[in-house]
C-alpha cells in the first residue's frame, strides 16, 4: 500500500453508531460524555492519553498521538446505534450496573437522548435473549436495506459529515464462514435468499461498509471476517477491523506470554478460568456463544509461543479455557490464570494471576481509540482489513495469507509506526547503533 499523500481533516461531526448499546456502548458513551465536561479521565485509550516518539532519542519529538495525527476530538463526537432492547442509553447503562450514580447522574439527559434504533435480530444466532425492540422485514436483504436507511437518517439527524460503526452486540454462536460468504455475489444472493449461514451482525456490517461507514467487531463472531465482506469494503474503499475486544485475561495473556517466551522459558500448561455475571457472561453460558469465544481466546497462546518451531519448550503445551456465569459478581469479573512453567534443566514452576478487572471499563478505551483510528484510516484512504489495529483484538484479522500477530509489545510497535509512516516520519526500530559512533 502506498502511503497516503494526504490526510483529509477531521472536519465537522462524527457518528459513532454502535449496533448493540449494553455494557460496552453505554460505559463507552458515558465515559466520552464525562471526559468532554471535564469530570471524568479517559485512562485507558492511547488516543486520548499515549505519546509517540518521534525521530532520534537526542531530538526530544514525543508529541501525544492526537496533536501528531488528525483525529475526531471528543466534542465532534455524535452518538446513536441499535439494540433489541428499547432502553435508552442512561437505562441501559442503570442496568448494566458498571458505572455509578455519581456518574450517571451529571449526564443523565446527555445519554438518555441516546436512544436505539430497532435491532435487527433473528433469535438463532443468540440463543439467551428475548428482544422486544427489533424490525421486521420480508428477507434478509430487506433487512440490510432498513439498516442503511437508519444510517443515513442518523447522519442526518445528528448533522454527521462521516460516521464509524464498532460492533458491541451480544456474541453469536460459533459458525464458520460457508460458501455464501465466498464473495460479493454469493452473499447479495443469500441476503436476497435469506440464508442461514448469514447472521445478525454481519446484515449490520454490510449495511455499513455499502454506506462507506468504517467497521469494526468487538466479538468473535465472524461479521466483516469473511472474504465477501473483505470484498466489498476494497470496492467501496471502507477500512475494517476486528475481531474480539482484547481486554481482562487476554490482555494478560498476551503482556506475560511474550515475556516468558522472550527468556526461552518453556511452559507445560496454562488454566485460564473466569468467573462475570454482566448480560455477556449470561449470553456466553449458551454453548454456540462459548465456542465463539473459546476459539478467540485459545489461539492466541499457540501464535504467541510457536510450539511447532520450539517443540521442546511448547510443543506439549495443555491450554484451558474457562468462562463461567456468576452473577453475583456483576460486570466485575474475575480472571485466574494458573502457568505450570519450566525452567533450567527443565525445573518446574508456577505462576498464578488473578486479574479482578472490569470488564466494559478496560472495553470503553478500546471503543473510543477504534472509532478515532478507524475514522483516521478512513480519512487517509485506507480501506480493508486494518491490521495495525490488531492492537485491541484477541483475533486479529489479517490477511488470507498471514498468521496474526498476538504479542502487545509488537502490535504497540506496529500501531505507532503505521502512524509515523502517514505522517511520512522515520518508522522506530531501537536500533540505536548510531548513539555509539
Ligand atoms: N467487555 C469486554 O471486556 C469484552 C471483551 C471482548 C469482547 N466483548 C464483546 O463485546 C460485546 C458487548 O459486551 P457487553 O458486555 O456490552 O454485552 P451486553 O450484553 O451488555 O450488551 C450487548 C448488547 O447487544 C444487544 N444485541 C444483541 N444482539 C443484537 C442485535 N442483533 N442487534 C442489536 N443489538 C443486539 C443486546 O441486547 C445487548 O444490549 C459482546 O459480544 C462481548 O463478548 C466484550
Known sequence: MKRPSEIAPPSGKLGVLLPGMGAVATTTIAGVMLARRGLAEPVGSLTQNATIRLGKRTENRTPLIRDFVPLAGLDQLAFGGWDIFPDDAYQAAKHAKVLEDRHLAPIEDELAAVAPMKGVFYPEYVKRLNGTHMKTGASKAAMVEQLQDDIRGFMKRAGCERAVAVWCGSTESYSPAGAVHDSVASFEK??????????NSQMYAWACLKEGVPFANGAPNLTVDFAAAQELAKQRGVAIAGKDFKTGQTLMKTIVAPGLKARMLGIEGWFSTNILGNRDGEVLEDPGSFKSKEVSKLGVLDYVLQPQMYPKLYGNLFHMVRINYYPPRGDAKEGWDNIDLFGWLGYPMQIKIDFLCRDSILAAPIVLDLALLLDLA????????????SFYFKSPMVAPTLYPEHDLFIQLMKLKNTLRWLRGEEPITHIGNEYYD
Open 190 to 199: 443469500g441476503l436476497a435468499a435469506s440464508d442461514p449461514g448469514i447472521s
Open 378 to 389: 478512513q480519512r487517509s484512504r485506507m480501506h480493508g482489513i486494518q491490521e495495525w489495529l
